[in-house]
Each structure stands twice: as C-alpha cells, then as structure tokens.
C-alpha cells in the first residue's frame, strides 16, 4: 500500500493540509480548479528550480484571493528592490480576468529537510550533467545530518544516457510508508536532461506525530 498511495494524499484527513483552501460547486468549482493549476503552473514556469520552492498555498475567500509561495530562496522570487516579484504579480493578472489577488512568500526555514526542495537541487544538478549516485549520495547525507529519521530517493529515466532506462532507489534510515502517524514529506522534479526526462522522487521521514 505505500507504494502504491502519494504520501501527501495518504495523510490528507490526518495530518496533511490541503493546499488550495476554497468550496465550490459545479461548475464554478471547476473553473477555479482550472485557475489553480494555471497560477501554479506559471509560477513555477517563470521562476524555475533555482528559487527552491517548496508548495504554493492559494486561499480563496469572499472577493479576496491570496496565494502564498514558499521557498527556500525568497530573495529569488522578490527580486532586487522588488521588481522580479512585480513581473510575476503582472505574468500572474494576465490570467485571472482582473480579480484582486495578493502574493506572499514565505521563507523555508529548513531547506535539506524538504522534499519538493530537495528533488529539485537533485534535478538541476543531474541536469548540469553529474553523476546520479554521487548526487544522491551527497543528498542522503545532507538531508541526515539535518535531523531526519529516514530519507528515500528513487531516480528514473536514462541514467547516464543508457539506451535503456531504468530507476535506482537510495535509502538511509527508516521509511515506514503505511504508518498514518508517521510524518512523510514528498516531493517529485522532472529534470530536463540531453538523454530525455529524468523524474526524482524524494521521501523524507521526520518521525512520529502523536498527536
């Protein structure tokens, strides 16, 4: 079953938030499902893996709409006086037909402990053409001396340009994936390599939450 269920999802009723916070229905919950997916996807598109983010968070309420982005590089995304994070407020009105919206980013104050943050410094290295096992290696250990319980990455694609692809999973500590009370955090990255689509998945376990 843990291989089989997204770790996020798994928890959602338990532990985990939901990161789009808003009620709808019909077809009005359709049209900002659609919304949601575009914010994100523009977001990430313009700012790339070097701004380390972590999870975009949009929150709808009456006549209001805010989207939190959280990263490991704030400065990236704000920009120099504060104009990269203008570009992106204008990139981002393009698509939502004039609403008010309001952006905040929030700093990731522990970066080697975040899965989607990790992947991503995982990708653009195998992207920049390092060895895979040595990248995952380095991780493993970063990630451990952090202080998480356990950590698991598993890479797929051509690795190293084979003609075959295959994946390799890397594991230090403990991963109990079925365990709701376990706290696992998940993060996927496709890095875009010569040879193809390289796709990282990292889980990072930071132990038991009892409450």
Do not use: C
Not at 105 to 134: C, T, Y
Not at 155 to 170: D, V
């Amino acid at each position: 079953m843990g291989k089989k269920a997204n770790p996020i999802g798994f928890r959602l009723a338990v532990k985990n938030n939901w990161k789009s916070k808003w009620f709808a229905r019909g077809s009005d919950y359709a049209d900002k499902l659609i919304e949601d997916n575009r914010i994100r996807e523009g977001i990430i598109k313009k700012m790339g893996p070097q701004a380390g983010i972590s999870e975009i968070i949009i929150e709808r309420g009456l006549g209001k709409l805010e989207i939190m982005i959280h990263s490991a590089r704030p400065g990236v995304i704000i920009g120099r006086g504060g104009k990269q994070l203008e570009s992106l407020r204008e990139e981002i009105g393009k698509f939502l037909r004039d609403k008010k919206f309001r952006i905040d980013v929030v700093e990731v104050k522990k970066p080697d402990l975040d899965a989607n943050v990790v992947a991503q410094q995982i990708g653009m290295q195998i992207s920049k053409r390092m060895h895979f096992r040595r990248v995952a290696k380095q991780a493993l250990r970063r990630v451990k001396e952090a202080g998480a319980k356990g950590i698991m990455i598993r890479i797929a694609g051509r690795l190293n340009g084979a003609e075959i692809s295959r994946a390799e999973t890397f594991k230090d500590g403990s991963m109990p994936l079925s365990t709701l009370r376990s706290d696992i955090d998940f993060g996927v990255y496709h890095a875009s390599t010569t040879f193809g689509i390289i796709g990282i998945k990292v889980s990072i376990n930071h132990g038991e939450r009892m409450d």
